[in-house]
């Protein structure tokens, strides 16, 4: 039999190896200069925090997953998000609500990327908006 850990979520046992992958997401966030001020559960799957002077909204529930970033933290869950990310996950009703933590960690990483993406797009047109 495998030896278990405890998952970074505490619900659902990881093997052993995982710790290693956890550790390395989190420095990867930590890299991204985001800062989460909560993180965990299940049935949704939440993870909040800030990056770039924008507060971060993750949520993982029934097959999909999405992630917010919003100027003031009460425009999360709004339609005054700065910018929003929604992807599908999943086969089962509610596979992206059992979401292992550490692949949730993975979505936002990818999240910012996308959101700091969008962010210069959006400088470089204002630039050339203000040139003319």
């Known amino acids: 039999m495998d030896d278990i850990i405890p998952s970074p979520n505490g619900n659902q046992p990881n093997p052993v190896g995982q710790e290693e992958t956890d550790a390395a997401l989190l420095l990867a966030i930590q890299d991204a200069e985001a800062v989460i001020t909560t993180a965990g559960g299940n049935c949704p799957v ?5 990056v770039d002077d924008h507060f971060f909204y993750f949520r993982a529930r029934g097959q999909r997953w999405s992630c917010e970033f919003a100027t003031k933290e009460g425009d999360l869950c709004t339609e005054n ?40 797009v959006v400088a470089v047109s204002r630039r050339r908006r203000l040139k003319q």
């Open 46 to 50: 939440q993870i909040e925090g800030t």
């Open 81 to 120: 998000v700065s910018f929003r990310v929604e992807q599908p996950y999943g086969d089962e009703p509610f596979a992206a609500g059992w979401m292992p933590l550490s692949e949730a960690y993975g979505f936002l990483i990818a999240a910012i990327g996308q959101f700091r993406q969008y962010n210069t």
